[in-house]
C-alpha cells in the first residue's frame, strides 16, 4: 500500500499523559495536514507543512499541540498534559505541491483520553 | 471565513430510488468543492470535485454560484452507495495550502 499511513491507529491515554503520532506522507507530496475530527464532526484543519516548513496553524491547536516535519518527509503531531477533550480521530493528509489538488487521507490514528 | 453546510445528517432511501445530498457553502472568493466518502471501516477518500466534471460511481454534483450550493446526485441508488458523505471546500491558493473546510457529514443508507 503506497497510500499515507498512520501510527498507532488506536491509542489510549491517561489524563495528564503525553502523546505522538506519526504520519507518513505519499513519497512524492509536498504539502501534509493534520485533521482532527470529533464524534458526528467532519474533520477540522489543525495544521499544514509544505516541506519541512509549517505554513499555518488552526486556533484549535492550542499551546499543548506541536507538529514537526524535520526533512520534509514523516511528521509528528504531539499533544502534551492531554486532556479528555483531546479525545478524537487525528486524521493526516498530503497532497502534491500543485495548486489546489486533491488531498489523500490516511486511516487515522483514534485517541482516548480516560 | 469558510464554512460548509450539510443539513442532512441521515438520508435513508431504498434500492433504485434517487439520492440527493445537499451542501450549501459560505466562502468569498472562487472555492473548489470536494465530495468525500467514507465507506464502513475505509479512510476517507475523494469522490468527485467541481473542477474535473466527472461522473464517479453515478454521481454527479453541480457547482451553483448563485445558490452557493454543491449538491451530490444520483439517479439510481445502489446499496453499496450505504456510507458517509461529506462536502468540503478549499480557498484560494496561498500560506494556507488550500486546507480542507468540511461539512458535518450526511449518513446514506441504502436499504434493499
Known amino acids: 500500500d503506497t497510500g499515507v499511513s498512520q501510527d498507532p491507529r488506536h491509542k489510549i491515554t491517561k489524563r495528564g499523559q503525553n502523546v505522538t503520532f506519526r504520519c507518513d506522507p505519499i513519497?512524492?507530496?509536498?504539502?501534509l495536514y493534520w485533521y482532527r475530527q470529533t464524534l458526528g464532526q467532519g474533520p477540522e484543519f489543525l495544521t499544514y507543512f509544505q516541506n519541512e516548513a509549517q505554513l499555518e496553524k488552526s486556533r484549535l491547536l492550542s499551546d499543548r499541540f506541536s507538529a514537526e516535519r524535520p526533512k520534509g518527509s514523516f511528521s509528528t503531531l504531539e499533544i502534551q498534559r492531554t486532556e479528555q477533550g483531546d479525545s478524537a480521530m487525528y486524521l493526516c493528509?498530503?497532497?502534491?505541491?500543485?495548486?489546489?489538488?486533491?488531498?489523500?487521507f490516511g486511516p487515522g490514528t483514534r485517541l482516548l483520553v480516560l | 471565513a469558510q464554512r460548509v453546510t450539510q443539513p442532512e445528517k441521515l438520508l435513508s432511501v431504498f434500492k433504485g430510488a434517487p439520492v440527493e445530498l445537499k451542501c450549501n457553502y459560505s466562502?468569498?472568493?472562487?472555492?473548489?468543492l470536494f465530495w468525500y466518502v467514507q465507506y464502513s471501516r475505509q479512510r476517507l477518500q475523494l469522490l468527485l470535485r467541481?473542477?474535473s466534471r466527472e461522473s464517479i460511481k453515478g454521481f454527479t454534483a453541480d457547482l451553483n454560484k448563485g445558490e452557493t450550493s454543491f449538491h451530490l446526485k444520483k439517479p439510481f441508488a445502489q446499496e453499496e452507495d450505504s456510507a458517509m458523505y461529506y462536502c468540503a471546500l478549499s480557498g484560494a491558493s496561498g500560506a494556507a495550502g488550500n486546507k480542507l473546510t468540511f461539512g458535518g457529514g450526511t449518513r446514506v443508507l441504502v436499504k434493499p
Open positions: 467541481h473542477i
Open positions: 466562502y468569498s472568493g472562487s472555492p473548489e
Open positions: 513519497s512524492e507530496h509536498n504539502r
Open positions: 493528509a498530503s497532497s502534491p505541491r500543485l495548486g489546489r489538488e486533491t488531498q489523500y
